[in-house]
């Protein structure tokens, strides 16, 4: 099984998630929410990167836009040829993780703050 394949589609449904979760927020009513999307955005780490000759490395604090990469290495020459191949990178959404985790709390204090309690 070609395992950068197995990487990009695991980076495709974090991608997803992300979208999915901005998309939660964009039709929630809470406050900040600009502030919010934030999250999902920019809070991707830690990244998995497996590339075809070097294999699978594990980068902790390499952040991603959105949760996903790939990528072909290349050497300048082109009559060389190329060592390092395809390579795929996906990171675990910790800012999506951490909306959901929080987000019946933001509306629910949002509710409280309409209702003047």
Known sequence: MNYVLTFKIIGWGVFLFNIFTI???WKSNIFNKWLKMLLPLLLNFPSFIYS???GLHFKFLM????GRGD???YQPNPFEE???GES?????PIGSLYVFYK???WERLKEQADEGI
């Open 71 to 73: 990528f072909v290495n």
């Open 88 to 92: 795929a990178l996906f990171s675990i």
């Open 103 to 105: 987000l019946e709390n």
């Open 52 to 54: 075809e000759f070097q």
């Open 63 to 66: 952040f991603q836009v959105l």
């Open 82 to 84: 190329i060592l390092l």
């Open 23 to 25: 998309y939660i927020l």
